[in-house]
């Protein structure tokens, strides 16, 4: 039982254990007077209502709760297989991974291979690709997509995941020794949804190329998808709409705040230092900043008074801490704007807290020995899901171009 299921369930037997004793008193009137007083009638009630409330979020997070779990079982198999390390349990890797090969370069594999893979469930057939070839493919992506590398990643086998979203906060007043204490409301939660988005890639190899036994075809493909996919996605994560792909951190869906350069044409020391001020001290210890390479070399011209670079130690190593700006680590995506008249050019915050991705297990792999033929290719087309939206805007700022 989680953390947060034990604190929902300590206050709804506080909050029952009230009810009780609030409700005997009022049966008591009942019985005495006829009638009980207004007011602890409307205290019964709204106690009542709450115990309903509490209990309708305490189902939600064990419904949320029980998917988890059935979703990390069926991951466990994958985790596993990443992680396991060279101790000679390898052998029905060995046999996937050959029973793959086999069937990409030649279209066909016998019944004990077929075994060993497991068709994709699409109207296109082929099948799905080995644990350990998915978990080579995604480190490559990795690699390439610079968001990854400062976003949370989750991995799942649905469609998608839920996660508990507060959707309002009540304020503490200050109430003299026997003053009326009101109630204080506006705290609420949620579930926020990030659906999987479909993704593809096209690489066609030569037929005579496959025929050459020496050619690591394997690792041609998962070279070639991951950089098609890291590069779809990199733009996504930056820019998307959240229809039909993932949500941007700078699209106006996301409901991140910007803060204004102090120019209208340019960028400003001055900006820059009221932007990392912009975002709450909780989300400055992991902050960091997200730039394309013309920005980056826009922060670097940066002036004082006296003509001085401002941050010219921001290429450089120094006793082996990461080059930086205002302290603070940056991050190199080139699907971030360039700097222009009402331009958001510069992200900074706290981006593990900010921006959740989403990676769906299986990735699915068709070969396609027709369309090409002509021009003497095998077209390889591979599919996979994933999804990414803003889960807490507040963490990270825009920087936006404007006086």
Same mark, same amino acid.
């Given at each position: 039982?989680?953390?947060?299921?034990?604190?929902?369930?300590?206050?709804?037997?506080?909050?029952?254990?009230?009810?009780?004793?609030? +409700?005997?008193?009022?049966?008591?009137?009942i019985?005495?007077?006829?009638?009980?007083?207004?007011?602890?009638?409307?205290?019964?009630?709204?106690?009542a209502?709450?115990?309903?409330?509490?209990?309708?979020?305490?189902?939600?997070?064990?419904?949320?709760?029980?998917?988890?779990?059935?979703?990390?079982?069926?991951?466990?198999?994958?985790?596993?297989?990443?992680?396991?390390?060279? *101790?000679?349990? *390898?052998?029905?890797?060995?046999?996937?991974?050959?029973?793959?090969?086999?069937?990409?370069?030649?279209?066909?594999v016998?019944?004990?291979?077929?075994?060993?893979?497991?068709?994709s469930?699409?109207?296109?057939?082929?099948?799905?690709?080995?644990?350990?070839?998915?978990?080579?493919?995604?480190?490559?992506?990795?690699?390439?997509?610079?968001?990854?590398?400062?976003?949370?990643?989750?991995t799942?086998?649905?469609?998608?995941?839920?996660?508990?979203?507060?959707?309002?906060?009540?304020?503490?007043?200050?109430?003299?020794?026997?003053?009326?204490?009101?109630?204080?409301?506006?705290?609420?939660?949620?579930?926020?949804?990030?659906?999987?988005?479909?993704l593809?890639?096209?690489?066609?190899?030569?037929?005579?190329?496959?025929?050459?036994?020496?050619?690591?075809?394997?690792?041609?493909?998962?070279?070639e998808?991951?950089?098609?996919?890291?590069?779809?996605?990199?733009?996504?994560?930056?820019?998307?709409?959240?229809?039909?792909?993932p949500?941007?951190?700078?699209?106006?869906?996301?409901?991140?705040?910007?803060?204004n350069?102090?120019?209208g *044409?340019?960028?400003?020391?001055?900006?820059?230092?009221?932007?990392?001020?912009?975002?709450?001290?909780?989300?400055?210890? +992991?902050?960091?900043?997200?730039?394309?390479?013309a920005?980056?070399?826009?922060v670097?011209?940066?002036?004082?008074?006296?003509?001085?670079?401002?941050?010219?130690?921001?290429?450089?190593?120094?006793g082996?801490?990461?080059a930086?700006?205002?302290?603070?680590?940056?991050?190199?995506?080139?699907?971030?704007?360039?700097?222009?008249?009402?331009?958001?050019p510069?992200?900074?915050?706290?981006f593990?807290?900010?921006?959740?991705?989403?990676?769906?297990?299986?990735l699915?792999?068709m070969?396609?020995?027709?369309?090409?033929? *002509?021009?003497?290719?095998?077209?390889?087309?591979?599919?996979?899901?994933?999804?990414?939206?803003?889960?807490?805007?507040?963490?990270?700022?825009?920087?936006?171009?404007?006086?």
């Amino acid at each position: 039982m989680s953390d947060e299921i034990k604190s929902v369930i300590d206050n709804l037997n506080s909050t029952f254990e009230d009810f009780k004793s609030e +409700n005997s008193k009022r049966l008591d009137e009942i019985e005495k007077k006829g009638s009980a007083d207004p007011l602890l009638e409307e205290k019964v009630d709204k106690m009542a209502d709450d115990i309903s409330k509490m209990a309708e979020t305490k189902q939600a997070i064990e419904i949320q709760e029980k998917n988890l779990a059935e979703a990390q079982a069926k991951l466990d198999n994958l985790e596993t297989v990443i992680a396991r390390p060279n *101790t000679g349990e *390898t052998k029905d890797v060995d046999i996937q991974m050959k029973a793959f090969g086999d069937w990409l370069r030649k279209g066909e594999v016998d019944e004990m291979e077929k075994k060993a893979l497991y068709e994709s469930d699409d109207t296109l057939g082929g099948f799905y690709a080995p644990a350990e070839y998915v978990a080579d493919l995604i480190k490559g992506v990795t690699e390439i997509s610079p968001i990854r590398s400062i976003a949370r990643v989750r991995t799942t086998s649905n469609r998608g995941i839920e996660i508990p979203k507060r959707t309002g906060q009540f304020s503490a007043s200050f109430v003299a020794e026997t003053g009326t204490r009101s109630e204080t409301t506006g705290y609420t939660t949620g579930l926020m949804q990030i659906d999987a988005h479909e993704l593809y890639a096209l690489v066609d190899i030569s037929q005579a190329m496959l025929e050459d036994s020496a050619f690591d075809l394997e690792s041609e493909m998962s070279e070639e998808f991951g950089t098609q996919f890291a590069k779809a996605e990199g733009t996504a994560f930056v820019s998307g709409n959240g229809v039909g792909r993932p949500q941007g951190f700078t699209d106006s869906s996301a409901g991140v705040s910007s803060t204004n350069s102090g120019s209208g *044409t340019a960028l400003t020391a001055n900006g820059l230092v009221d932007l990392t001020m912009a975002i709450k001290s909780d989300y400055m210890a +992991n902050a960091s900043f997200v730039m394309n390479r013309a920005t980056f070399a826009d922060v670097l011209k940066l002036e004082d008074t006296e003509g001085q670079k401002i941050f010219v130690n921001a290429m450089s190593y120094v006793g082996g801490t990461p080059a930086t700006i205002l302290g603070k680590p940056y991050i190199l995506a080139e699907d971030m704007p360039d700097v222009a008249g009402s331009a958001k050019p510069i992200a900074y915050g706290d981006f593990s807290r900010a921006y959740t991705i989403v990676d769906r297990v299986n990735l699915s792999v068709m070969r396609d020995p027709y369309s090409q033929a *002509t021009s003497g290719n095998i077209r390889y087309v591979a599919r996979r899901r994933v999804g990414g939206a803003v889960v807490l805007a507040e963490a990270i700022r825009l920087q936006n171009i404007s006086a």
